[in-house]
């Protein structure tokens, strides 16, 4: 019975995933709004309908894929048969398995990055990553994964062993403090992946420093990152702890948009730290482990479901592998749906923020270019938007900002 849940559960994730690509296909022939009908002229839209296209057949081929992968992995007894294969006690059992599935993982995966970057990407003048750096970041994300799924499951094994049926309280409450910092030392794992140069002395850096200083925050630094030796996309993002922060600007947004346009961005990253939106936000992205929680308990509480895959009794390693291994995506998807909602308003507050500040045309010219530079979608159907869409559409921030303007005059 248990078997025929989780089979359940994967082919509801595949079908929602399905679901969402049939509705924006569908919208694709619809007019754009007029806030945003000039970002693309004819042969650009064409070129956008192509790209996610490829994209969305592509996303088809990788959810088979893992459908598949996972129907074999959690709907058999393939988990116990390769468990008792394994040498050694819990622990060692857990850092072998977690090398093999690191390792299919990666095999699996790379043919699809593969095409995604050196096809897709590099058909629409998108990719700049070459081979090496390519193979490079396969190896680091490989055991990146292996490192942070042992450390989270070396947290349940010891609740676990001093806790008994209880473990999942602790569990839980240890997975919202890695969460925590991971989300407060995010650039120490980005560089490992790309190089960090400060941002030198100049105009921009002074009115950074100048905003965030007269709303009370103090900049740790102002950095650089190379992201233009993979993409041609841009992008920025602030991190830090407190009341000190830090900036990191793509060098492609350095490089192609204006001191104003970098500020408007800024600004509305600023109005996060001060509505306390992303301490916020990783509260609730901790609820989506809840049911993760829950049903790794309830494996381990009830021996039964261990017996059905081929289990002699409850086995720690197998609930762990189970409960974030995807089978219950779909319900951690319907969960994130109301906090999507919350999180869109915070968008909208942040893009008044900086119209308050007086970078809101900054703001339009901006956001118009980076949707544009990406090929993003302008017109997503609005079920998508709020099933999945943690920020709103192009056309509706514009308008807010025009209508923000507006009662102003």
């Not at 970041?137 to 499951?153: P, Q, R, T, Y």
């Not at 910092?181 to 190089?195: E, G, M, P, R, Y």
């Not at 996060?272 to 992205?285: A, I």
Request: proline share 3%; with cysteine.
């Amino acid at each position: 019975m248990t078997k025929i849940l989780f089979l359940i559960l994967l082919l509801a994730q595949f079908g929602y995933r399905m679901m969402l690509q049939m509705l924006s296909r569908k919208q694709v022939n619809k007019p754009l709004p007029a806030s945003v009908a000039d970002i693309y002229d004819a042969a650009e839209y064409d070129k956008w309908r192509r790209y996610n296209g490829k994209k969305d057949g592509l996303s088809i081929i990788s959810g088979g894929v893992t459908l598949v992968i996972n129907i074999v992995l959690f709907c058999t007894n393939i988990m116990a048969w390769l468990y008792y294969l394994l040498p050694g006690g819990e622990v060692a059992k857990a850092i072998l398995l977690f090398l093999i599935m690191a390792g299919v993982d990666t095999v699996i995966s790379l043919p699809i990055e593969y095409v995604f970057n050196f096809k897709i990407e590099a058909e629409f003048g998108f990719n700049r990553i070459t081979p090496k750096t390519f193979v490079a970041d396969a190896i680091k994300n490989a055991l990146v994964g292996v490192v942070l799924n042992f450390v989270i499951f070396m947290l349940v094994f010891v609740a676990h062993k001093l806790l008994g049926d209880w473990f999942g309280v602790i569990a839980f409450v240890g997975i919202g403090i890695i969460m925590f910092a991971i989300s407060a030392a995010s650039s120490v794992f980005l560089k490992l992946f790309n190089k960090f140069t400060p941002l030198p002395e100049g105009e921009l850096r002074t009115t950074l420093c100048t905003m965030f200083e007269n709303e009370g925050y103090k900049l740790k630094d102002i950095y650089v990152m190379d992201a233009s030796k993979r993409t041609t996309k841009a992008n920025a993002y602030c991190g830090g702890i407190g009341k000190f922060k830090q900036i990191v600007i793509y060098d492609n947004l350095l490089n192609n948009y204006s001191d104003g346009e970098i500020t408007a961005v800024f600004a509305h990253e600023l109005a996060h730290f001060k509505n306390r939106d992303t301490t916020q936000m990783t509260l609730f992205s901790l609820v989506n482990f809840l049911p993760i929680v829950v049903m790794m308990t309830w494996l381990m509480l009830d021996g039964k479901v261990s017996e059905s895959f081929g289990f002699a009794e409850p086995s720690l390693l197998f609930a762990f592998y189970v409960s974030f291994g995807g089978v219950i995506e779909i319900v951690t998807k319907l969960i994130s749906i109301p906090f999507n909602y919350i999180s869109r308003a915070m968008e909208r507050k942040a893009d008044t923020f900086a119209c308050k500040v007086g970078y809101g045309d900054e703001l339009v010219a901006a956001l118009r270019k980076l949707h544009k530079d990406s090929l993003a979608d302008m017109n997503p159907h609005p079920t998508v938007v709020k099933l999945t869409m943690n920020h709103p559409p192009l056309h509706e921030r514009i308008e807010l900002v025009e209508a923000w303007k507006g009662s102003e005059h």
